[in-house]
Structure formats: structure tokens, C-alpha cells
């Protein structure tokens, strides 16, 4: 078996099998980034580290990884994710207010579809089923994006 027993804290996954199949795949993985995200119902699997390469010795276990852009937590709650989506676009919100003076509305337009509206969609199929509190979060954002785009400040 190459899962993990949470219960134990213990790895089924074998470093050597693990470097075996990379070889055969031609992959390589860096030792000094390489995250391990454990997915458990309760989040906490008292897995602490694992030995997936032998030479640097063990890999931390995290409780958030990113991947592609999208940020996972053990509970795949999208909590993490939201939190920098939000961030992000509310950074991006800011800058536009220092020169929406000078833009015309169509332009406000283009700009919050194409820098904050993005950032919302990106992989928004994996939101599915996420938390009243995290789409309320999101629609905050779209709120102020709306208003940046009339001109009304809060």
C-alpha cells in the first residue's frame, strides 16, 4: 500500500518506491520545496514529517499547499484560498482607486474584469460547495469592484 495511516502517523509511502516511480516518469522533485498535504475529514492527521528522500532527510507535512495557484488545506475547505484571492484582489482595488479619476467607465470596466474578476474565476469550479462566510467573502470584493466601476466610494 503507498497511503498514509493517519490513525498511527505512520507512512505507507516508501521513499525508494517513490524515487522509482520519479525515475521511470521522468520527474524530479527538489527535496528543499517539496510539500506533503495530507487530506483528512478532521484536518489534523498527527502526521508530523515523512522520509520521502533519503538524502535530505524528512519532509515536512503542511497544512496548506499550493498548487497551480490554487491553495489547499487538509480539509479542502478553500478557506486558505479565499483568504489570498480576496487579498489579492482588494490590493488590486486599491491601486485602481489611486487613478480612477482619469478613467472612463467603460475603461473601469475593462480593467476590474480583466485584474480582479480573473482572479475570482481562476479555477472556480473548485469552489464548489465551499462555506457561506468564503462566498460571502468573495462577494464582498465584487461589491467593490461594482462600486469602483459607478465611481462610489464606501
Same mark, same amino acid.
Given at each position: 500500500s503507498s497511503g498514509i495511516?493517519?490513525?498511527s502517523g505512520?507512512?505507507?509511502?516508501?521513499?525508494?518506491?517513490g524515487q522509482t516511480w520519479l525515475t521511470t516518469n521522468f520527474l524530479q522533485l527538489n527535496p528543499t520545496k %517539496?510539500? #506533503?498535504?495530507?487530506?483528512?475529514p478532521r484536518g489534523d492527521t498527527g502526521v508530523e514529517s515523512?522520509?520521502?528522500?533519503?538524502e535530505s532527510g524528512p519532509t515536512l507535512v503542511t497544512g496548506a499547499a499550493k498548487n497551480l495557484g490554487v491553495y489547499f488545506d487538509s480539509k479542502l475547505s478553500m478557506d486558505n484560498h479565499v483568504a489570498a484571492v480576496v487579498r489579492?484582489?482588494?490590493? %488590486?482595488? #486599491?491601486?485602481?482607486?489611486?487613478?480612477?479619476?482619469?478613467?472612463s467607465r467603460k475603461l473601469r470596466t475593462i480593467l476590474v474584469c480583466?485584474?480582479?474578476h480573473s482572479k475570482i474565476d481562476y479555477c472556480n469550479s473548485l469552489m464548489s460547495g465551499m462555506t457561506?462566510?468564503?462566498?460571502?467573502?468573495?462577494?464582498?470584493v465584487q461589491n467593490a469592484a461594482a462600486r469602483f466601476i459607478f465611481g462610489q466610494r464606501k
Open positions: 495511516n493517519a490513525e505512520s507512512s505507507g509511502i516508501n521513499a525508494e518506491y %517539496t510539500e #506533503v498535504l495530507i487530506l483528512s515523512m522520509n520521502l528522500f533519503e489579492s484582489c482588494k490590493a %488590486t482595488l #486599491v491601486n485602481l482607486w489611486r487613478i480612477a479619476g482619469k478613467l480583466s485584474l480582479v457561506k462566510r468564503n462566498v460571502a467573502e468573495l462577494q464582498k
